[in-house]
């Protein structure tokens, strides 16, 4: 079974300053890692996501993430905060088995501070 | 815009009564999903759908049932409300239903139960 944990339901940033949200997973198979954003009283929508090759991945607005196998990790990055980056992200992890298995982390606040 | 479409989108509703929310979508997509999104629990999995004319449960299907006639419509029935179901419910679909697809969500329907 797999399951998502997100260090930090709320995490704040200056402007400009490094956006970094913690994700680990736990998988007994290879996963297949995502990261979604959700603004105010709007659906997700995908930032990006990793399913097989190179483990950095890059998404959109300048986010990146990175599969780390030996720490079981998908932390989500961006170098310079902005203050439309502020909403909430979703770690979530499924597999290749086919059982439509995507399993949602309880989700990061991010706030930026002018 | 291409989308899925999701009716009501706020809703009051007394405890034991029956309530229908609607979703479609239409970019033809094979596979459609319904979640519940409670603070602090993030998005669990209600039912799904890989194809018109299948369903499935997921990991929160009690006191829900789904139908899919067609590709494009997905409703989500609670036969006789109870206060736990007070949640915002999201609507989503994919393009099919292996797990490297993109989630298409749609804007949500809060549902409060008295």
């Known amino acids: 079974a797999q399951s998502v944990t997100q260090l930090g339901s709320h995490v704040s940033v200056s402007e400009g300053a490094l956006v970094l949200l913690r994700c680990n997973y736990s998988?007994?198979?290879?996963?297949?890692l995502f990261w979604y954003v959700q603004y105010p009283n709007q659906g997700l929508q995908l930032l990006l996501k990793y399913t097989t090759g190179a483990t950095l991945v890059k998404g959109i607005n300048g986010f990146e993430a990175e599969f780390k196998k030996s720490e079981t990790s998908f932390h989500l990055t961006k170098p310079s905060a902005h203050m439309s980056d502020a909403a909430e992200y979703f770690c979530?992890?499924?597999?290749?088995?086919?059982?439509?298995?995507?399993?949602f982390g309880t989700g990061t606040r991010l706030t930026v501070i002018p | 815009i291409a989308g899925i479409t999701q009716a009501p989108t706020s809703q009051i509703l007394a405890a034991g009564r029956r309530m229908t929310l609607r979703c479609t979508q239409d970019?033809?997509?094979?596979?459609m999903y319904w979640y519940r999104q409670d603070l602090g629990l993030g998005l669990r999995l209600i039912h799904y759908?890989?194809?018109?004319?299948?369903?499935g449960k997921g990991e929160v299907p009690d006191g829900y049932s789904v139908s899919r006639a067609n590709t494009d419509d997905f409703p989500l029935t609670l036969a006789s409300a109870v206060p736990s179901q007070t949640s915002v419910y999201f609507c989503a679909s994919r393009a099919d239903w292996t797990n490297t697809g993109e989630l298409f969500f749609g804007e949500g329907s809060r549902l409060t139960v008295l």
């Open positions: 998988s007994s198979v290879p996963p297949y």
């Open positions: 970019m033809r997509h094979n596979a």
């Open positions: 759908s890989n194809t018109a004319g299948t369903t």
């Open positions: 979530a992890v499924s597999d290749q088995t086919g059982a439509n298995n995507l399993f």
